[in-house]
């Protein structure tokens, strides 16, 4: 019975060594046997003091595990910061005749800090600096402060003790240790080296005693998660960082006037703040761990300081503060500084508070996007690049995604810049976009938005178009198609690079900060064609081509034979009419029998031939044209954003791939023959034949009247 309770007394010394946050060196248990102790040899107690209200971004740190007294106590986890100024005292309150009996079972009193009913059995008054153990004086042995660099740092010793039990109790920490302080801890002279010693008898005594006490816990912890616009966690490819303030709540409940403090962490020295870097890891999150409070509370805000390129940062601040019970709650509709106005639109959902002082926060950054492409010809498909003839109307389409939180940005412009041979049609701009399953069309009627028309130098007309507040909250995190019609003008570009038409996207790069603007920019072209003959006698050769003062006629028919006016360039160059123009509804060939027809699409045209060279015939039905010219748009596209903006496709090269991939011209050749006429065939004969018709003629009638004369008489 007496071994057990010897083994019982050992093993509840020992139980108060183990604190699953501040681990102590404490009380070991006694070996087996009986056990000598050398009452004469003094003994040292060398506290490393470590802090734990350096707030970190990773998990919560620990350091558990039962106490030995040895440096294998160490702290290795790199949360902890050694430091210095933190004020321990020493008090005994056994002597050397108490541990010899406690460590040979001769003493069944149990030393604890707490007796059975959880009242304190050693306390401490600060007022007089003294301190009982179950109401009995304890002896004041020294008081000592961390102090050193290096590996000494947050170190300090009590040297010479004699054999004994003894309490240390840290009293004051420095001002930036706001959490409470260590836990008191009880401390044999000597103490069993548990780690080599075992029940035979062989007992290992340690004299001197490592002790590394770290603050008790902390006192809240904040977990945010940063997502896409499609709720798409960041990863080490897209960061967010973020800083963290504070201030203090006073004795009355408020909080002081003037600036926040920029929260900031502590260098090895104990001593040195270095900034507090708070960036998202590969799972889109940030933990801070560690959130202390003050004696009355500690106000916190967290602000946005960059997000990856494109992608809008909101530098509205979060505002939470921690309780000094260990609460950690949202400043929502307070009324007081840190009012978060039910946090913001960058905030998923509702922010939750979990078991313990956590609170999770989800926030979605947002990037914007814009496409544009012109209608196919004749079609319903959405092309980038497409062909057109001159006196056409061209539509485009505009696909532009609009940010949960784009009611808060100064600036949300759409425009669009066509070069000089289109001109946009502003009053044709519709915008939609599906809602609720519901489809919504909005048009300048509406005044859900301006559009007001621009032009630049060497531009055709554009336009920009912002929306009113009321109609941001409508798209607000919807997808919208932007449609307008444009018409292609006598300015256009005939085949070679093409007409381009450019639309940019303008937005605020930040909520709550520096109006610094990203801008978005995508391109479609349209290209317009030409077809050329030339005219030839009897055979295609360079010598039957028509020479000076021959020229032929033509009228231009589109594929159903009707007539398409035409506009007098220069010698033997004509293009398509517009549709506001007076043109000419014939053609006529230029220098050696050339005519240029320009403005034309891919499509079946007809030349209808109205007067030709002298002694040779008209065509007998009209020459077909057909354009079939098959052109490939290479765009330069960037990805990357810049501090300005993002290019997403611009307009590189073109090639042409029918026709000649200069001048995208058609050529043809155009055949006339002589017509058939009865020639003159000598002169005399043919006076001859008349002279004797005359004579048979004049004998004939002399026969006839000559004889009814004769019968008369």
Request: hydrophobic content about 30%; charged content about 20%.
């Amino acid at each position: 019975m007496k071994r057990k309770i010897q083994k019982t007394l050992a093993w509840l010394l020992m139980l108060a060594l183990v604190v699953t946050v501040l681990p102590f060196g404490a009380l070991a248990a006694a070996p087996e046997d009986k056990t000598i102790i050398d009452t004469t040899k003094p003994g040292s107690i060398t506290v490393t003091k470590y802090q734990t209200v350096n707030i970190s971004t990773g998990s919560t740190p620990t350091h558990t595990g039962n106490a030995t007294g040895t440096t294998n106590d160490a702290v290795t986890d790199t949360s902890y910061k050694p430091l210095n100024g933190a004020t321990f005292k020493l008090f005994k309150i056994a002597d050397a005749d108490a541990v010899e009996k406690y460590y040979n079972g001769m003493d069944n009193a149990a030393y604890t800090l707490k007796d059975a009913a959880n009242n304190d059995r050693f306390v401490y008054d600060s007022d007089t600096d003294t301190a009982t153990f179950d109401g009995q004086p304890a002896t004041l042995i020294d008081t000592k402060t961390t102090a050193g660099t290096d590996v000494n740092a947050g170190k300090c010793t009590f040297p010479g003790l004699s054999v004994g039990i003894y309490v240390l109790k840290e009293v004051t920490a420095p001002d930036q240790i706001t959490t409470p302080l260590a836990e008191t801890c009880l401390i044999s002279i000597p103490m069993v080296n548990t780690a080599t010693s075992n029940n035979n008898g062989n007992a290992e005594w340690m004299y001197d005693v490592h002790v590394y006490p770290k603050n008790h816990e902390s006192t809240g912890t904040l977990e945010l998660t940063k997502w896409d616009q499609n709720d798409v966690a960041f990863d080490n490819s897209r960061k967010a960082t973020f800083e963290l303030y504070k201030k203090e709540f006073q004795a009355d409940g408020t909080l002081p006037t003037g600036d926040w403090t920029l929260v900031t962490s502590t260098s090895t020295d104990g001593t040195t703040p270095i900034p507090l870097t708070l960036t998202t890891g590969d799972d889109g999150k940030i933990i801070l761990a560690n959130l202390p409070a003050n004696l009355y509370g500690t106000q916190y805000k967290l602000v946005e300081v960059s997000a990856p390129n494109g992608f809008i940062v909101n530098k509205t601040p979060l505002y939470f503060k921690v309780t000094t019970n260990n609460e950690i709650t949202w400043n929502a509709n307070s009324g007081e500084e840190g009012d978060c106005n039910n946090l913001n639109t960058g905030v998923v959902g509702t922010p939750t508070e979990e078991t313990g002082p956590k609170l999770s926060v989800t926030l979605r950054n947002e990037q914007l996007s814009l496409t544009k492409h012109v209608q196919k010809n004749g079609g319903d498909t959405w092309e980038t690049d497409e062909q057109y003839r001159l006196d056409d109307t061209i539509t485009y389409q505009l696909t532009i995604y609009v940010p949960r939180n784009v009611s808060e940005l100064n600036t949300f412009i759409i425009a669009d810049m066509p070069d000089a041979g289109i001109n946009d049609d502003i009053n044709s701009i519709q915008v939609s976009y599906v809602k609720d399953e519901t489809t919504h069309t909005l048009t300048t009627e509406s005044n859900a938005f301006t559009a007001t028309e621009t032009s630049a130098n060497g531009k055709g007309k554009g336009f920009t178009l912002t929306f009113n507040d009321t109609v941001k909250g409508n798209i607000a995190g919807q997808t919208i198609t932007v449609t307008y019609t444009a018409k292609f003008t006598d300015k256009a570009v005939i085949a070679g690079d093409g007409n381009g038409n450019t639309a940019t996207l303008t937005y605020s790069k930040f909520i709550g900060g520096s109006d610094d603007k990203y801008v978005i920019t995508d391109e479609a072209r349209v290209y317009t064609y030409q077809y050329q003959i030339t005219k030839y006698k009897d055979s295609v050769a360079d010598s039957n081509k028509l020479g000076t003062g021959e020229t032929v006629s033509f009228q231009l028919l589109d594929k159903d034979k009707n007539l398409i006016d035409v506009i007098n360039i220069s010698n033997g160059v004509y293009r398509v009419a517009l549709p506001t123009e007076t043109g000419l509804d014939t053609m006529t060939t230029g220098d050696q029998g050339k005519l240029q027809i320009q403005g034309l699409e891919n499509e079946t045209y007809y030349l209808k031939e109205t007067k030709t060279i002298n002694n040779y015939n008209l065509l007998s039905k009209p020459f077909e044209i057909k354009l079939d010219v098959t052109r490939t748009t290479t765009w330069s596209e960037d990805g990357a954003y810049g501090e300005t903006g993002q290019v997403v496709k611009t307009y590189s090269a073109v090639d042409t791939t029918t026709f000649n991939p200069t001048d995208a011209m058609g050529t043809g050749t155009i055949v006339n023959k002589k017509g058939f006429v009865l020639p003159q065939t000598g002169s005399m004969g043919y006076l001859l034949f008349c002279a004797v018709g005359i004579v048979l003629i004049a004998g004939g009638t002399m026969l006839i009247f000559g004889g009814r004369k004769k019968k008369i008489r």
